[in-house]
C-alpha cells in the first residue's frame, strides 16, 4: 500500500490581506480598525491623527510582510472583484500592494496578488515584489556574467561599436530647408 503526499510541492497558498479601516461614530468620534489582531488607539475626535495613524499602520504590515512567492493571487480569491471592468487572468510573479483611495481616505488594504491584476486595481501601487527561489537565483547570475559582452569604450562619451566602423562613412552637415521664393 502506498500513500500519496497531502500537498504537492506546487500548491499554493492563499494570498494574504490586511485592512486598515478609519470608522466614524454618531458621537462625533472615530477609531482605526485593522483585519489582524493588532493593537489600535482608542476612539477620537482627532480624525487627522488616526488617519495618519491608519497610514502608517498599513505600511508597517507591508513592511513587515514578506511576499511569498508561492502565495496565490488575493484578488483571484474573490474572483477579481477589485478589477470589475479588466478580465485578466491571474499569472506572473506574486507582488505586494497597497490600495488606498485618496478620494474616499478611510481604507488602506494590504494584499498579495499576481503581477497580472496588480495594474488593473485602481488606487494600488505595487509595494515589493516575491523574491526568486534560492535554486534559480544561484543558476541565472553565473549564465548572465558569461554572456555580458565587455565594452571596449564606456557608453558614456560614445558607442562601442563606433571605434570600428571606420573613418570612410562621412557625415556631411545637414542642409537648412529654404522655401522658393514667391516672385
Not at 140 to 154: C, E, G, I, N, Q
Amino acid at each position: 500500500m502506498t500513500t500519496a503526499p497531502l500537498e504537492s510541492p506546487t500548491t499554493r497558498v492563499p494570498g494574504r490581506a490586511w485592512t486598515v479601516r478609519l470608522t466614524g461614530h454618531s458621537d462625533r468620534t472615530a477609531s482605526v480598525t485593522c483585519t489582524s489582531s493588532c493593537t489600535m488607539p482608542a476612539r477620537s475626535r482627532d480624525l487627522a491623527s488616526l488617519r495618519a495613524f491608519a497610514a502608517r499602520h498599513a505600511a508597517a504590515h507591508a513592511r513587515v510582510a514578506t511576499v511569498r512567492p508561492d502565495a496565490a493571487c488575493h484578488c483571484r480569491a474573490g474572483r477579481c472583484e477589485a478589477h470589475p471592468g479588466d478580465k485578466t487572468s491571474c499569472a506572473g510573479e506574486v507582488v505586494m500592494i497597497l490600495r488606498h483611495d485618496p478620494v474616499v481616505g478611510q481604507v488602506w488594504i494590504v494584499e498579495e496578488v499576481c503581477a497580472m491584476c496588480a495594474p488593473h486595481i485602481p488606487h494600488a501601487r505595487i509595494l515589493a515584489r516575491a523574491a526568486a527561489p534560492a535554486g534559480r537565483t544561484a543558476a541565472k547570475p553565473a549564465a548572465r556574467t558569461r554572456t555580458l559582452p565587455r565594452p571596449s569604450v564606456p557608453s558614456l562619451f560614445s558607442s562601442a561599436g563606433a571605434s570600428e566602423a571606420g573613418a570612410d562613412t562621412i557625415r556631411r552637415p545637414r542642409r537648412p530647408h529654404r522655401r522658393p521664393r514667391q516672385g
